[in-house]
Nanobody, 126 residues
C-alpha cells in the first residue's frame, strides 16, 4: 500500500526555521516525483517544491527560492523540506505527494500528483 507520512510542522516565529519530513512506504522514492504543496487559510493548494531524485532535478516556487531546500534520502525513503527565514505568508497546511517521474511540466502543478499524504500544519506568527 502506498503511503506518505508528512511531519515536522509547528508554530515558529518569523525568521525561524522548520524541517518537514515526508516518509514514503509501499514504493521507492527514487523513481518518483515527490512534491510539497501547501494550502493557506482560505486559499487554494499551491506547489512549493518538487524533486525527482533519480534525475537530480528540483524545482521551487518563486517565493520560496533561496529560503527553502528540498532533498531526498533514498536509503531512508524520506524527502525533506528545509524551510528557513519563514514568513507569515508561509503559513498553511503542507502536503507531500507523489507522482510519475518525467520532465515536461512543472513539479509545482498539483495535477502531476496521484498519491497524497495527510498534511502537516505550519504556522508562522509572532
Amino acid at each position: 500500500e502506498v503511503q506518505l507520512q508528512a511531519s515536522g510542522g509547528g508554530l515558529v516565529q518569523p525568521g525561524g526555521s522548520l524541517r518537514l519530513s515526508c516518509a514514503a512506504s509501499g514504493f521507492n522514492i527514487n523513481g518518483r516525483l515527490i512534491g510539497w504543496l501547501r494550502q493557506a487559510p482560505g486559499k487554494g493548494r499551491e506547489g512549493v517544491s518538487g524533486i525527482m531524485s533519480s534525475f537530480g532535478g528540483t524545482e521551487y516556487a518563486d517565493d520560496v527560492k533561496g529560503r527553502f531546500s528540498i532533498s531526498a534520502d533514498n536509503a531512508q525513503n524520506i524527502v525533506y523540506l528545509q524551510m528557513n527565514d519563514l514568513r507569515p505568508e508561509d503559513t498553511g497546511v503542507y502536503y507531500c505527494a507523489s507522482g510519475i517521474e518525467y520532465y515536461g511540466s512543472s513539479f509545482l502543478n498539483s495535477d502531476r500528483y496521484n498519491y497524497w499524504g495527510q498534511g502537516t500544519l505550519v504556522t508562522v506568527s509572532s
